[in-house]
């Protein structure tokens, strides 16, 4: 029996983001903004600044590759990708930035279906690979990466997998 308390989305549109929609750079900036808010994205919502200058940001980057879903005009989900290089293949790489979908239509396979495009823009860039980063304990994500085909990343099982690590400038 389908679940009631979730909103019938028999139509979703996957679409590359054009940012001078405004719907599209509402779209990013408002996913972003419930990403930001949730406990796997910080637990806080985006500051003022950062969300009147995210769409133009985005825009003027040419690596940026920007996914919306949307059921109906309702943004329902958002996949940035931001190209890189594989210095051992010697060729391009897409790595997945954010993958947000909407509380309310989680579980519908949307992330799955984004991520597909995602690997269509990596294949049309010739890419190696499609790289992301994920918390530890976010057991939903990477159960939906592992079905995506993602994996551990390692060159050498005996050194182990890779870590993501950062250092903050500001």
């Not at 679940?3 to 750079?25: F, Q, R």
């Not at 049309?124 to 994500?141: F, H």
């Not at 993602?150 to 182990?160: A, H, N, Q």
């Amino acid at each position: 029996m389908p679940d009631s308390s979730k909103p019938a989305i028999d139509i979703v549109n996957i679409v590359d983001a054009d940012l001078s929609l405004p719907a599209h750079a509402a779209a990013v900036v408002q996913l972003m903004d419930t990403y930001a808010c949730d406990p796997m994205g910080g637990g806080k919502g985006l500051p003022e600044d950062v969300k009147a200058r995210l769409p133009a940001e985005l825009a003027r980057r040419d690596s940026a590759h920007i996914i919306l879903a949307f059921a109906g005009v309702r943004p329902a989900g958002l996949v940035n990708t931001f190209e890189g290089f594989s210095t051992f293949a010697s060729r391009p790489l897409l790595n997945v930035h954010d993958v947000i979908v909407a509380p309310e239509y989680r579980r519908r396979g949307l992330a799955k279906r984004m991520l597909a495009r995602a690997e269509e823009i990596a294949r049309s860039l010739g890419c190696c690979k499609l790289t992301l980063e994920v918390l530890e304990g976010n057991d939903a994500a990477r159960a939906a990466y592992r079905m995506a085909g993602f994996t551990g990343y390692e060159l050498d099982p005996t050194m182990g997998r890779a870590l993501f690590w950062e250092k903050k400038l500001s």
